[in-house]
C-alpha cells in the first residue's frame, strides 16, 4: 500500500488519564510523607521541602548559601567526604532555593536508602558552615553574577520582576552581586537556625518505594526534635508604580531583550484555565501567534513566548523576547496587534482544538516517570490545591470556549496596563 503523505496521519484526542494515588503518612514527630510508588526501575527519590525560601529572608541572598553550604560540612564529615560518601553509593544530591520553599533532593537506588539516610540526618543537624567553603561558593556565585548581568534577556528579566512585585519583595527580587559580597556567615547561619533548624518540613518520596522505605525513613528522621512554633515571613506588599515602563540601555549591544505583561493570579483562581489556553493560543508553544507572526513572518527572532509563572501567593503573565534594535519598535507594535486580535475577534474551532490537543498531550509527556509524576503533585501537596486538580486538568482545558478565550484576553490582556522593560534600545 502506498503511503499518502499529504493526508496526516490519524489520531486519538486524550480526555482523561490515570496517575498512581498518594499514600500520605506522618512520621513519629508529626513530619509528613507523601508516597508515590512507581516501581518502573529499583530508584527512588526522596525529597525534603521547606518553607525556606526568599519569603522567609531577613538578610539578602542568606536562603540560597544556607540550603547550599548544608553539604559542605558537617559535625562528621568534610565537604570533600560528603562528596566522596554519595558518589560511593551513585547517588545524587540537590540543594534548591527558590522564593517560597527550598529542598534537599536525593537520588538513589532503593537497596541504598538505609545507608543514605544517616547522611541525610547530618545535613539537617549537623552542618557547621566552614569559612572556606562559603567563600568558595561566593567567590562562585559572584563570578556567575557578574557574567548573567552583562547578558540583556538576563538583566530584562531581573528589571521586569522588579517592576511587578518591588525589588524588596520575594518574588521580585534577584540575587545582586552587592548583597552577595556582604553577606556573613553569621548572617548564613542566622538563617538555618531560625528557618531550617528542627522546623516543620515535608518529605515526598518518589520511585521504587513501598511501607518499607516509609518505616526506614520514620526511623532516621521521624525522631528528630520538631518546633511548633510558627514561623514569620515576609509582611510587607507590592508597592504601587505608575511608571509602567524601563528602558535600561546598552549602546554596544545590537540586540533588545523585551518582557513585557502584569501581575495575574495562582493556579488556584477560577480562571486559571482558562487563561492558561488563552496564553497558549497567543505564545505558548511553537505554533502560537507571536511565533507565527513575530518569527515566521517578520523574522524579527529566532523564539518569542509568553507563560504564567505561578507561586504560592502570586502569580504573573510575562512575554519574552530578543530582537534586532532597529525590530524593537515594531515588534512591540505587533504584539499589542496580536493581544487586540485576540480580544476582537473568536478563535477558530480549528485553532482551539489543535491548542487543546497539543496542552493535553505535552500534560501527559510531563508524567512519564516517577520524578515527573512527584513534579505534578508537588502542586497539590506544597500550595493546598484541589485533589484532583491534576485528574480534571485535561477536562479543564477542553472545556475552554472561544468566547471564553476572549474573555481572558479582554479581562487580562489589557496592554495599557503592561509593565515593560526593554533593554538595549529603541
Given amino acids: 500500500m502506498t503511503l ?11 480526555h482523561e488519564i490515570q496517575l ?47 540550603m547550599k553550604m548544608l553539604s559542605e560540612g558537617t559535625t562528621s564529615r568534610s565537604s570533600a567526604q560528603i562528596s566522596e560518601y554519595v558518589d560511593r553509593y551513585g547517588a545524587f544530591m540537590e540543594l534548591n532555593s527558590g522564593p517560597d520553599r ?8 532503593t537497596k541504598f536508602l538505609p545507608d543514605i539516610l544517616p547522611l541525610l540526618g547530618e545535613l539537617l543537624n549537623e552542618p557547621t558552615f566552614p569559612q572556606k567553603e562559603l567563600d568558595d561558593l561566593r567567590n562562585i556565585t559572584l563570578q556567575n553574577l557578574r557574567v548573567n548581568y552583562e547578558k540583556g534577556a538576563y538583566l530584562a528579566g531581573v ?54 522505605e516509609v518505616l526506614l525513613i520514620n526511623r532516621a528522621l521521624g525522631q528528630m526534635p520538631t518546633r511548633t512554633d510558627s514561623l514569620p515571613g515576609f509582611s510587607g506588599s507590592v508597592p504601587a508604580d505608575s511608571d509602567l515602563f524601563i528602558l535600561a540601555e546598552k549602546p554596544d549591544s545590537v540586540q533588545s531583550s523585551i518582557r513585557l505583561g502584569r501581575r495575574l493570579f495562582t493556579r488556584s483562581h477560577p480562571d486559571f484555565f482558562r487563561m492558561l489556553v488563552t496564553n497558549e493560543i497567543l505564545g505558548g508553544y511553537f505554533g502560537s501567534r507571536l511565533m507565527k507572526n513575530i518569527r ?25 523576547t530578543d530582537v534586532n534594535k532597529e525590530n ?64 480534571t486538568y485535561i477536562r479543564n482545558l477542553r472545556a475552554v470556549t472561544p468566547a471564553d478565550v476572549m474573555e481572558m484576553a479582554t479581562n487580562y490582556l489589557a496592554v495599557e496596563s503592561f509593565s515593560e522593560v526593554v533593554v538595549g534600545g529603541k
Fill in 4 to 14: 499518502d503523505r499529504t493526508q496526516s496521519p490519524a489520531f486519538q484526542a486524550i
Fill in 20 to 66: 498512581p494515588s498518594v499514600q500520605s503518612h506522618r512520621l513519629d514527630n508529626g513530619i509528613p510523607l507523601h508516597l508515590i510508588a512507581v516501581d518502573q526501575q529499583p530508584v527512588l527519590r526522596l525529597e525534603c521541602v521547606f518553607d525556606a525560601g526568599t519569603w522567609y529572608e531577613q538578610v539578602p541572598s542568606s536562603a540560597f548559601f544556607a
Fill in 102 to 109: 527550598a529542598s534537599i533532593v536525593i537520588h538513589c537506588l
Fill in 159 to 212: 528589571l521586569f520582576r522588579e517592576k511587578l512585585f518591588g525589588a524588596d519583595h520575594p518574588y521580585g527580587r534577584s540575587q545582586r552581586p552587592e548583597a552577595v559580597e556582604q553577606l556573613t556567615r553569621d548572617g548564613v547561619v542566622a538563617f538555618y537556625e531560625r528557618v531550617i533548624r528542627n522546623q516543620q518540613f515535608q518529605i515526598i518520596l518518589a520511585g521504587h518505594a513501598s511501607e518499607n
Fill in 296 to 320: 515566521e513572518e517578520k523574522g524579527f527572532t529566532y523564539g518569542i513566548s509568553s507563560n504564567m509563572p505561578s507561586f504560592r501567593r502570586d502569580g504573573y503573565f510575562l512575554i519574552g
Fill in 328 to 391: 524593537t519598535q515594531e515588534t512591540l507594535d505587533e504584539i499589542r496587534k496580536e493581544i487586540n486580535i485576540l480580544q476582537t475577534e473568536p478563535v477558530s474551532e480549528g485553532e482551539l482544538e489543535t491548542v487543546k490537543n497539543y496542552m493535553a498531550g505535552e500534560f501527559v509527556g510531563s508524567l512519564n516517570t516517577p520524578f515527573e509524576i512527584a513534579d505534578r503533585y508537588k502542586v497539590i501537596l506544597l500550595d493546598g490545591m484541589s485533589p484532583d486538580f491534576l485528574t
